[in-house]
């Protein structure tokens, strides 16, 4: 008898056991049905381009994705927070993701300001983190584990800014600069990149981000005889440099960065089209929204979002959207975030069509992109004219 | 060189006295700085593209538009912000002004935060330079210019002529005497914020072209209009407009002749000399002990 009731005993715990214990242990924001992913950065304020829009593309892939059926089973489901472009609330907004929402990972990061800010946090966590659009240096430079970005860096950015001047055969190069955090991100790798050329600048001008008026500026780069502005300045300085560039009937070749790569959008706050026939800048996306490459992305938008025009930043989205979905599948159906991480990190050529050069993270370099392209004007539209691809 | 700093600096100097005067007229009449003056700027601006741009409505009618709108909010902010703080001193108001400016400024990003990042506004004539005999000059800078002299001699003949105006003035010499000999003090408080702001709101249309719109242009535009109204004197209107021009001009010729890199700081080191010699600054006047 007593035998008996102690193998029953067995028996029901065994059991019990077999009842309670799950297929597998589930990772954070993971089910047997959904993987839910944290989209940080600005929803609200001038840098909402770099966060809202961004992740407005995105979602388009992610939405094609569950209607697919999702990957390996699963539905993404994604949950936004709003960093603003602020570092302290960049660290609330990041918090919110890991701790309140619980995603699985963060697919985010649009200002560098504040991503730097949220870097920590996000570190400590040890979520995987792919960047969409920030490109400070600090970020995957030297490489945290789970930390990877599919956005050109600062110093990529400068460093190609010099190559595309020498490509267009300018012999004397200037520089105008904004010289805050931002600003500085960029310039000490740009004055790197002429050292190691043995090239000095024929001038070094400063302004500020906000500046109204850049006539001093553009007169004393005029004095200087300088054929190509590199321009490492916001939106609204360039506007008031290629503006009051243009009233003295100075032309140089202007040479932007990423933050100057909207350029119908440039034309608009200069105000006079004229003054941006030598206008380049760079893109962190081969193809323009108009162009016929797009059209597949042009329909898919026009369904999600009638009411929107799609831009530069949507296909910024959709681009770094297809590099999330594709470690997602790789990573397959046990997905940890370990496993994420791993994949993430033997990531080689792959081609999104949509970047100007193969994404290729591994161990030691997550800065997984590295081709810049150029754009400019054409016959009033934004065209790719040329490619550039440096090291960092 | 020497002709295209000195319209620039001049062009410059006028966006500045333009946000002056606003913070004169709020000082001159009530001894309060509006340290959200910038983002009645900034909210101005804003109406304007609203009617101008979003609602389609011609240039004229918006500014008008605008500065009514901006009035009633100056209006507003005042009764709401400010009245309750008058009587618990200038460093309360001051206090709360800063929360106004993070008040509008968060509205703003909330209605158009998403329409775009540096938001273009179009110009009242042309964005192409014109040639005024050999000075290749934009004319939206013209208009400033001239709105500003223009406003200057409004408000200065408001102050004068009108019967507001001088109990405007009575108020802010003597707000006891002015109280027992029966004036409004508090509706007259409420009217100088309201001007204050509509100024704001006129300058905004006027240079919204130049300066592009978006949430966060208050602040730098105050901390230099700021420096104007206490160079030129916080308590005189032309005090405001000539305030502006130097800064204007001092920032422009200092970063064509000296390096850009002074641009910023070399109109507060003027500033900081002037008040050394003339602590009222330059249309202040001798200091009068009130009685």
New interface residues.
Partial sequence: MRRTSLLATALMLAGGAIIAAPAHAQEVGVTDTTVRIGQLGAL??????YG?IIMDGAEIIYQEVNKAGGIHGRKIETVRQDD?CDPATAIAAAKKLIFDDKVFMIHGGGCTNASVGAFPEIKAANIPWVIFASVGDSLTSPPSPHIFTTALSASIESVSQLEFALQKGAKRIAVISQ?DAWGRSRYQPLMEAFKQKGITPVAD????G?A??A???A??LQ?AKADAVLMVI???AA?AFL??A????YKPIAIGQTALGDLP?LT?????P?AMSNMFAISHVRYMPEDAEMAQWRKLFSEYFPRETMSLYHILGIASAKVVVEVLQRAGKDLTRESFRAQMAKLTNFDTGIYPGPITCTEQDHQCHKSAAWVALVDGKIKTVAATTVGR | ?LG??I??GL??GA?YALVAIGIVIVFKSTGAINLAQGELFMLGGFFAFMFHVQMGYPYIPSLLLAVVASFFIGALTYQFAFRPLMKAGLVSVLLASIAVSFLLKGVA??IW??V???I?FP?MIT???INLNGF???PQQLVAFGASIALMLLIVAYFKFTRSGKWLQAIADNVKAATLVGIRVGALHRLAFALGAASAGAAAVL?A????L????GF?LFIKAFAAAVLGGLHSIAGAVIGGLIVGLVE?LV??YV???F??VSAFVVIMLVLVFIPRGIMGGKAMRKV
Avoid: C, F, W
Avoid at chain 1, 44 to 49: A, C, M, R
Avoid at chain 1, 268 to 272: L, N, P, R
Avoid at chain 2, 209 to 212: F, K
């Fill in positions: 609200t304020g001038p840098g909402y381009l809202k603003r010289r001008e400063e302004i500020i906000e109204n008026d006539t001093p500026q007169l004393r004095a916001y939106p609204k506007a503006r009051d243009h009233k003295i009937g959008v608009k706050q200069v105000g006079v004229e | 060189m295209y700093l319209t620039s062009a410059l966006l990003r909330n935060g998403g775009g990042d540096y273009p110009p964005a192409s330079a290749i000059v934009l240079m072209p130049l300066t592009l978006y949430p966060d242009i730098n422009a970063a064509g390096g850009s890199k641009q910023d």
